[in-house]
């Protein structure tokens, strides 16, 4: 858990530029979709059709609306589709999901999203963009989770691994992942997204062997990352392992985002106004 609108990213806090509630939720979930060159237009709709059917689904919908141990049966949750290291668009901005309406409305919104690239194959710069994204929602929670999906090692943009640790350090609670495809040597590509994607607390990652597996695998993940304290069965746990020192990543971080990003790149919202 980190907070809100405060330089935690430059290692300077500075005061708030205006006060705003936030919402309470239980967990602020973050999708992150990979739309590179080697997912085909039909592996795209399957990958998409997962995550349609898994917030329609009952075991999702109800981890949600669960109010056991004092949650609030409420989530909020965003899903940004990613392919090379320029490349990278919310498709819908922070959902407040709290009842079967609103979750509902959701699914239909990713029905309806379209592609917007089919590039190379940047997480890192992906995982980079979606951290900033958290400190500007209008939400808070016990838990920020981030879900990385793809069918690839990357071979553009940030280092991925060390955006990985900077988000945690950052104060990103869990990121998890969920390997798609049989490109790889069994278990490959699976443990790439271990040892370079997952980290923090029940941190894990998931294996669909092919993207028709992909909504069944996500529709166990997603339930697991929103009751939190659950590793799949079938998922690898990521190890816990000791973060570099906060302050000399946080240092890090904005010259990774600043050559990244400068002036180069404006995230377009689906809304159809930049960010």
């Known amino acids: 858990m980190r907070y809100k609108r405060v330089g935690l990213l430059c290692g300077v806090l500075l005061t708030p530029l205006y006060a705003q509630a936030l919402t309470y939720v239980d ?9 590179s ?7 795209f709709n399957l990958q998409l059709q997962g995550y349609v059917d898994a917030f329609y689904s009952s075991e999702v919908q109800n981890a949600i609306l669960d109010t056991g141990d004092g949650k609030t049966g409420s989530i909020a949750v965003q899903l940004i589709m990613w392919s090379g290291a320029t490349q ?3 498709m819908t901005d922070w959902f407040h999901l709290y009842d079967m309406t609103s979750i509902n409305e959701f699914a239909a919104t990713l029905d309806a999203l379209v592609r917007p690239y089919s590039g190379m194959t940047a997480p890192g710069s992906a995982m980079a963009f979606g951290g900033l994204q958290f400190d500007s929602n209008d939400f808070t929670s016990a ?17 991925t691994a060390t955006v990985r640790d900077q988000l945690l350090a950052s104060g990103i609670d869990t ?3 969920i390997a798609i495809g049989q490109d790889y040597a069994a278990g490959e590509l699976q443990q790439w997204y271990l040892d370079n994607i997952a980290g923090g607390q029940d941190a894990f990652v998931m294996n669909a062997t092919t993207f028709a597996d992909f909504g069944t695998a996500l529709e166990r993940k997603l339930s697991a990352e929103i009751q939190g304290g659950i590793i799949p069965e079938g998922a690898l746990a990521a190890p816990i392992e000791e973060l ?8 890090g971080l904005p010259l990774l985002l600043a050559w990244r990003w400068r002036a180069s790149f404006t995230p377009v919202m689906t809304t159809g106004w930049a960010v």
Do not use: F, K, Y
């Open 143 to 159: 838990r920020q989770v981030m879900d990385v999906s793809g069918d690839g090692m990357a071979n553009a943009g940030l280092e």
């Open 244 to 251: 570099p020192l906060p302050a000399q990543l946080l240092l």
């Open 37 to 43: 060159g080697s997912v085909s237009a039909s592996e």
């Open 27 to 35: 967990t602020e979930l973050q999708l992150l979709m990979d739309v």
């Open 88 to 90: 990278q668009s919310v």
């Open 175 to 177: 990121i998890n992942g």
